[in-house]
Each structure stands twice: as structure tokens, then as C-alpha cells.
């Protein structure tokens, strides 16, 4: 099968092959068909997942299938607005075009939440030491992103900054490396110490808020294949003015925290259940509170020393 | 993102374990990606067998894992309603999906199901959703405003959708089988008096004639054929489980019940998609070329004919007037 990097192809190519429905992105454990029409989120694709393994071959199998639509006739010319379709009946907000980038992550966002069951899957930030991976669990507002993103830049892998992909059998998570969602003050934070090339254009006034996205660098895609083996997981709770503190958690807590944030949990039942009590066995959990990122990198440093040989 | 299908009564074959998988990729992908499209992935996961280690085998496990999550959901569910009832001298019949997995159907393998349909007398409606909200079933948001719900209660066939507040899971209660206002009318007291009670089961299933009269009815009768695929391996497998007499008995029975019309029109289509020769069917010439249009996949003609089968369908639910005045609604609502 015909599989190279994004920016291997020819720019053309791409985009005809965007604009047809024929592109397959091979991410981690999934292969998605895309398609989209509109400059703004082409431009997004090209530039966001450059270093990214496609193929452009209409007889690949696909996992998913993503189209960015307006989402009817009329918002086609009239006040135009986009919509992602999964290829499922799902009560998405339409967006104003400008926002496509947008539309289309919150898209694969959604063909994963919603349509994977093979591997459980939970809401949060994934970063791995060599095999070794850290869960930074999602709570609104807490910082899991610009965490992700900081730890970047000390050198751990991006497995994704929005799901946990648990293989039920082998207790490791799965790579899935997109674009690190940033929002609102996190933005310039993250442009400050990764740099402003490897941070997207910023789309204001979202339903979000301020959104920017850091791109997965090449070395994130390359070893994207590595799984790893979760050893703790951290809570992170992001306070003006607060004092570093870690407080560990018992794991039944961290496990049923995980639990709610799941959106496929219930769906494969009891393999999920004794999957996610395999991974957990010999992990440690925390709440960390922080009110600056060089605390949260603190703190983190110090809970991995202790605990990951 | 529709891709050209290059012959639909191939891969129908293919969905319903008649033909092999197609050895070209290209085709195969095109295959698999009209039975995702179609939402028919865990039918094809019942029938087919993927080299393991392949993406195909994958993508067929992951819809397993899905169907198997909505059978499990559709039996613990339709419990939870015969427990809501109990007591109470209502006796549900079961429609459709919840019918077909509780009486192990061929139909059932594999479907995807996302409601739970019922059908109770219409003087028991009342009492019905009053003890469904007892136990937690309450009107659905997205039809929760005045306009639906006295849209649903004047005019149609069923209560206004009924959701879990905890489960989430969905509810349609049924008091007939179409409209108040559709163009055909299906003596659905006679139907109901020929249900029969489930084996080792309190619950109520029509007979299996009146099941794929009634599954005629509603894919022929009401629907726009958004997922053609999907209703037709539906009649398909729900005639494989009739016998020789009931197949031979089904036109007089839908005549019976002044369901003719769209049972003959799943006899033709079982004709022609399935090559199956069964008497009397017979559809109008508007139908036959849309649907050939429309499950083809390809052309210029797909808009116009789903159009078609769209207007089709609202025609057959309502008069004129209250057809216009309702569409106008809901344009005003998606723009």
C-alpha cells in the first residue's frame, strides 16, 4: 500500500485528493478518510499534519470517515457555515466557515469518541518517557493541554493530548498524535516556550473561546507506532496564585474519574472493566494543584522520579 | 461521500453471506465503506469472515463489539419496560428491532438498534407514558417544545420520543402503526389481536405474517429511504424466517389489513434485489426508478430522486395542507 508522508506528495495532489474524499489519514490504530472544501481547514490539514503518513489511494479500508459539509443548501452561499459529519446522525453546532479548523478536529474528535470499541478510550492527555507513559486526566479548565504541551518541550512523546486508547489486552495505550488543542491564555504561553511556528493561527470568538492548535513534531509521528505502558496519572487542577501541591489518590477514585470521562466504557462492558483494572495494577494517582507551568513541571518531574525507575 | 456503487445486488449478496468479499481492493473498499455508510457494518460482522490481521478485520470486529453493546442494551431495556408496566394490565407489543431480538430473528444478528418501539392500545396511551415516567422515561429534549409535542399528540402515531434521564436510552409508544393523517391506513386492531405472547415472556410480538407486513408498512409506507440498504436486508432476512404457508398467505393477509400496497411494493423490491420471486409484487414506476437511482449511488439524478422519495414520504403521512404547513416549520428551523 502506498503510504508516505503528507508533504511528500505534491501540493495539487493533496488537495484534489482532500476536496474528492479520497485522502486517508493513517494515525496510530485508525485510518480516516477526509474530506474537505473550503481553503481554511485545507490549508489546517496540510500545514498541522504535514509529517503525517496518508495515502491518497481510493482502495484502502478506512476506519472512519470525515466530511466537513455546510450543513444545508442554504449556508452553502448565505452566511456560510460548516459542519462536521461522521457519517452519523449527531446533533453537531454548525460554525462559521472561518472556523474549519475547528469543525474538523472537533470531527475526528468525535469519529473516535463515538465510533471506536475496540479499545477503551478515555478523556485525557497522554505523554511517554521511551515506553513509559503519563495520563494527565481531564477536568475543564485544568490544564491538562498546556501540561501536555510544556512536557513536550522536556522531551516526552505526544501519544494525544485527547484520549487515552487502551489496548484491552496488552494494558498499554496507543499513539494517536493530532494537534494539541490550546485555548484562551494558554495560547501565547505555549507560542512563548514552543515558539510561534509550531503553533497554529489563532480563531477567535469560537464557542470555545480562543483556539490554537501546537503541532505533533515529526518524532511524535515517527515512534507513533511505540505503545506504552501507563504508570501514573495526574489530576491537574490549574489556580491563579496557588502553591505547587501533589496529594496522592486512591486508585479506585482515579478509576472511576476515568470512568465518567469515557465515552465508550459502557458500550464494551466488562472487558473494558477488567482492562482498565489490569492497567491500573501497580500505578499511582494524584491531584496536583499549581499556579504556574514551571510548578506543574515541577511537580511532575518529582512524582515521576519517584515512582518510574 | 458517496462512492459508486458498482452493483448494488452484489453487495447485498455480499451483506447477507450469499457472495464472497470482492478480491479486488478497490472494490472491497468500496464495499466496506457502502456498508458503513449503509450502518450495516455488524450484519456484514455476522456473515463475513476477514483474514485476521487485516484493517477489514478490525473494522468488522469494532461494529461486533458496538452490536452486541445495542443487543445487550435492547433486552436490558425492554425488561426494564415490562417492569415499568408490571401490574398494570398493559401488554406492549414489541415493534421492530426490541421484536427481532427478542425473538432471535434472523433480522436481529448484528443490527444496529438505537430506540425501542412499542405499541399499546390507544386507551391505555395515558396510563402508558405516566408509569414509563414513573420509571424515569420523560419527554426527549430535542422534541420537548410545545410545537412537537402537540404536533406528535394531534397528529401522529405515537407519543412524542420518550428518553431515560439516567440510561438515556429512547422509547417510541406506538398507538398505531402510521399517522392519524397517512394516506393508507392499516387496520392495526386487527394486527394487534392476532400478537402473540414471546416464549418464556410476558411481552407481546406480532405474528410473523403482520411482522413483515408491518415492516413493509414502515419502510414502504413512511419512510424516505435514508439507509435503503439497511430496510432491505431487514425484509429480506424477515422473510427468510417465514414459511412456506405464511409467505403464501401474505398479500390476502396485507389485503386483510389494508397494508396491500407497500407489501407488495417489499415483494417487488425482494424481487428485485434479491432475485426472489414472490407473487404479486408490484410497485408505481416513480418508486422503482428512484429507488434504483438512489441505491446506485451515483449520478446526477441521486438529489432529484431523494427528493422525490423525501416529498413521497410526507405526501404519504399528511394532506397537503398540513403537509405545506409543516415543512414550512421546520425549513424556518434549519436555517
Known sequence: ?309 | MIQRAPDIKDFLRIATGQAPLPDQPQALAAFTLWAQQSHILGQVAAVVDAPVGTKLAEILENARLRSSYDQRMLTFETNRIKRALMGADIQPILLKGSAYVAEHLLASIGRRVSDIDILVPEAQLGETERLLGQAGWRAEESTSGAYDQQYYRRWMHELPPLRHVTRRTLIDVHHRLLPRTSRIRPDHLKMMAAARQIEGSDLMVFSPTDRFIHSAIHIFGDGAFETPARSFIELYYLYQDLSDDERQGLLARATDVGAQKPTAEALWMLDEYFDIKAGGARASLVLKSCLRSVTAGQGSGQFLANSVLYVRSHYMRMPLPLLLGHLWKKLLRRV
Open chain 1, 1 to 309: 500500500m502506498n503510504r508516505r508522508a503528507l508533504s511528500d506528495y505534491p501540493r495539487s495532489d493533496v488537495i484534489h485528493a482532500l476536496r474528492s474524499g479520497t485522502l486517508a489519514l493513517d494515525l496510530g490504530p485508525f485510518l480516516t478518510r477526509i474530506k474537505l472544501s473550503d481553503r481554511r481547514s485545507i490549508d489546517f490539514f496540510r500545514d498541522m499534519y504535514a509529517a503525517c503518513p496518508v495515502s491518497i489511494d481510493k482502495a484502502v479500508l478506512c476506519d472512519f470517515s470525515l466530511c466537513l459539509r455546510p450543513p444545508n443548501k442554504f449556508r452553502k452561499y448565505f452566511r456560510r457555515q460548516i459542519v462536521p459529519d461522521p457519517g452519523f446522525q449527531f446533533p453537531a453546532v454548525p460554525l462559521p466557515l472561518e472556523m474549519s479548523p475547528l469543525a474538523f478536529e472537533m470531527g475526528l474528535n468525535l469519529s473516535v469518541a463515538l465510533q471506536c470499541f475496540r479499545f477503551a478510550i478515555f478523556h485525557a492527555g497522554v505523554v511517554a518517557d521511551g515506553d513509559n507513559a503519563l495520563i494527565i486526566a481531564a477536568k475543564s479548565g485544568g490544564g491538562k493541554s498546556t501540561l501536555t504541551a510544556a512536557l513536550m518541550e522536556e522531551d516526552w512523546r505526544l501519544l494525544s493530548d485527547e484520549f487515552a486508547i487502551l489496548d484491552l489486552d496488552a494494558a498499554t495505550l496507543k499513539a494517536y498524535p493530532r494537534p494539541v488543542s490550546l485555548k484562551n491564555a494558554s495560547i501565547d504561553v505555549v507560542r512563548g516556550f514552543a515558539g510561534s511556528g509550531q503553533v497554529s493561527d489563532t480563531l477567535h470568538d469560537t464557542p470555545k473561546g480562543a483556539i490554537a492548535y501546537r503541532r505533533p513534531r515529526p518524532s511524535d509521528i515517527e515512534t507513533m507506532q511505540r505503545a506504552a505502558k501507563p504508570r501514573l496519572i495526574l489530576f491537574p487542577r490549574f489556580t491563579d496564585g496557588a502553591q505547587a501541591e501533589s496529594r496522592e489518590i486512591d486508585l479506585a477514585d482515579a478509576a472511576m474519574q476515568l470512568i465518567a470521562s469515557s465515552p465508550n466504557y459502557q458500550v464494551i462492558g466488562e472487558r473494558a472493566f477488567s482492562g482498565l483494572m489490569t492497567m491500573l495494577e501497580g500505578m499511582k494517582a494524584y491531584e496536583i494543584e499549581y499556579g504556574s507551568t514551571e510548578d506543574s513541571l515541577a511537580l511532575v518531574r518529582e512524582l515521576w522520579k519517584a515512582h518510574v525507575p
